[in-house]
């Protein structure tokens, strides 16, 4: 057993050094925006890049937004361009040179940085483990459900206001199928559905974990999705995920023997065939989001906080997700 989070820093170098040429190049335009500020760029499709993904080649017209929302900073700045005529911006989750822990990253910030960019709709990559043994390393998994074994902040409520989302359907299910056809049109391995375990790590799991979890009848295991599936959903954001196969967790006793360059042969091939699904998808993606996906409304009638009680400063740090619920 290898671990799948096996840091890419080759690939996070050599981001830096094309980013660095580019800037030299005066090609790429760094901004500063501060969450009062709406004078920034905007962008339909959000992409959030996890372990080994830090950039997508071929997008165009680039620029570089580092935000700040009301809830922090998140993980890096956001590169904004186009990709297949569609406007898109890119998140690195772990941030350039992967220097945060999934327990480090500001997931709250992550996504309301989207929201602020105008963003509807985001496809996520995730690097998993399989617990099952029909789905084998390299191998993409659509999933359609989470259980979520976190303790960190998955929810923009609080603080005075309580608002309850439905979750029962986690994933967009429009976006989802979107990936699902790129996937099979390139010829992947790709599954539509399954259920994403997600643990705050950052350890991996022992074997009795892993053994539980199989019978608890999970699919994949890893540690950002869940979070961020909730998220969007509160912030009304389409959310699909990409999950990247690497290795069968450590269940698996005949894995035990897997070479270390094969797993990393893995996870470099997994990452090509992200790049070549996330821009299949784009281009493939209607311009709005249609009559299946009901997360554009996904906050109707959740907020349970009497409007009257709801503090002032509450109302001013989330107006961007409850105005259009809220009357003052
Ligand atoms: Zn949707």
Redesign the pocket.
């Known amino acids: 057993m290898f671990p799948r989070s096996a840091l890419s820093a080759e690939a996070s170098g050599r981001l830096d050094l094309t980013h660095h040429k580019l800037y030299m190049k005066g090609l790429i335009r760094r901004l500063e925006v501060s969450s009062n500020n709406r004078n920034h760029p905007t962008a339909d499709i959000g992409i959030l890049g996890g372990t080994g993904l830090y950039q997508i080649e071929g997008i165009e017209d680039i620029e570089e937004c580092s935000l700040e929302t009301p809830f922090g900073r998140p993980s890096d700045a956001y590169f904004i361009g186009y990709l297949e005529g569609k406007k898109v911006a890119f998140l690195s989750r772990h941030g350039r040179g992967h220097r945060l822990l999934p327990s480090d990253i500001n997931f709250r910030a992550n996504i309301f940085g989207f929201k602020m960019l105008g963003v509807e709709?985001v496809m996520s990559v995730n690097s998993c483990g399989s617990l099952k043994e029909e789905i084998q390393p390299r191998d993409i998994v659509i999933s359609d459900q989470f259980f979520d074994r976190t303790r960190r902040p998955n929810t923009f409520f609080g603080g005075g206001l309580a608002a309850h989302i439905s979750f029962a359907q986690p994933v967009?299910?429009?976006?989802a199928e979107n990936l699902y056809a790129a996937g099979k049109e390139l010829g992947l391995r790709v599954h539509r559905g399954g259920t994403y375990l997600c643990i705050e790590g950052p350890a991996f799991s022992t074997k009795a974990e892993s053994r539980v979890y199989r019978l608890w009848g999970c699919d994949v295991i890893g540690m950002t999705s869940a979070t961020e599936a909730k998220l969007c959903r509160e912030a009304e954001?389409?959310?699909a995920t990409m999950n990247l196969v690497t290795d069968y967790d450590v269940w698996h006793e005949e894995e035990e023997s897997v070479s270390v360059e094969l797993i990393l042969e893995n996870l470099r091939l997994n990452i090509e065939h992200a790049k070549a699904m996330i821009k299949k998808t784009v281009a493939a993606l209607p311009a709005s989001?249609g009559e299946?996906?009901?997360?554009?409304r996904a906050l109707e009638n959740c907020i349970v906080t009497q409007e009257a009680l709801i503090p002032p400063e509450v109302k001013k740090k989330l107006h961007l997700l409850i105005a259009k619920y809220i009357k003052g």
């Open positions: 709709r967009c299910p429009e976006l954001i389409c959310y989001r299946r996906c009901a997360c554009s």
